[in-house]
C-alpha cells in the first residue's frame, strides 16, 4: 500500500472492504489521540462499544485503559491509540491471521505518520503483530526491546485485568516501567503517583 497522509489514510481505512469484517462492523475504528504524540497504544480490535462509537477502548476496557494512564498522569491527549484490526471481529473472538495482515498496512502507515519513540502493546495479540510471533504475555509483559530507534513493551490487555484482578499489580509495575521510560527520553510530565486510585484499581502489592 503506498503510504498516506493523515487524511487519505483515514478516509481509505474507513471504506475498507478487504476483509470479512466489513461485512458485519457499525464502524471503522481508525484510532484517536494525538497524532504528534511519541506514545503509541496498541490494542487487538473494536469491541461492540468501540464499533458502536468509531472510537478505540470506549467500553469498560477503555475505561480501565483511562485509569491506568492516569495513574501515570498520562491522559488520551499524550498519545495515540489504536487497533491491530479497524473493524470488530464478531462476538469479539481474536482477529484471524488474514484479517490481521489485510488490515496491518494501515496500523503500519500510522505508525509511519507518528513516528512514535515508544510502542505499548496491549495485550498478546498486538505483541505477536508487533513485537514477536512467539510473544508470551504472562512471561513477556513489562520486558523492553530497543528495535529500529524505537522501544516496544508489552502489558496485559485492559479486558484481561477485568477478568482477573490478580494481574493488577503486574500491570502497575509495567506501568512504573514506562513511566521510567517516559522520564529516561524526556517525554514525562513529572508529577506523583496517585496512590488512592492505584489501591481502588488493586494495584497495589501491600
Ligand atoms: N479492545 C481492544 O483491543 N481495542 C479496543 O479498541 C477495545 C477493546
Not at 59 to 75: E, F, N, R, V, Y
Amino acid at each position: 500500500m503506498e503510504k498516506m497522509d493523515w487524511d487519505t489514510l483515514e478516509l481509505a481505512c474507513k471504506s475498507c472492504t478487504q476483509c470479512g469484517l466489513c461485512a458485519t462492523r457499525h464502524n471503522v475504528v481508525f484510532g484517536v489521540g494525538n497524532r504528534e504524540a511519541k506514545l503509541l497504544f496498541v490494542g487487538e480490535g473494536p469491541g461492540e462499544q468501540e464499533d458502536l462509537q468509531g472510537v478505540p477502548f470506549v467500553g469498560p476496557a477503555g475505561k480501565l485503559l483511562d485509569d491506568m494512564l492516569s495513574i501515570i498522569d498520562l491522559t488520551r491527549e499524550d498519545c495515540y491509540i489504536a487497533n491491530i484490526v479497524k473493524c470488530r471481529p464478531p462476538r469479539n473472538r481474536d482477529p484471524q491471521q488474514e484479517e490481521q495482515a489485510m488490515c496491518f498496512p494501515y496500523l503500519d502507515n500510522q505508525i509511519d505518520l507518528l513516528d512514535p519513540q515508544i510502542i505499548v502493546c496491549l495485550g498478546r495479540i498486538a505483541a505477536q503483530k508487533l513485537i514477536a510471533p512467539d510473544f508470551r504475555i504472562t512471561s513477556q509483559h513489562g520486558n523492553w526491546i530497543h528495535r529500529q530507534d524505537r522501544w516496544y513493551m508489552a502489558m496485559y490487555h485492559p479486558s484481561a485485568l477485568l477478568r482477573d484482578v490478580y494481574k493488577r499489580p503486574e500491570t502497575f509495575d509495567d506501568l512504573l516501567s514506562l513511566r521510567e521510560k517516559l522520564r529516561e527520553l524526556g517525554m514525562c510530565k513529572d508529577t506523583g503517583i496517585g496512590y488512592v486510585q492505584r489501591r481502588e484499581l488493586g494495584m497495589c502489592k501491600d
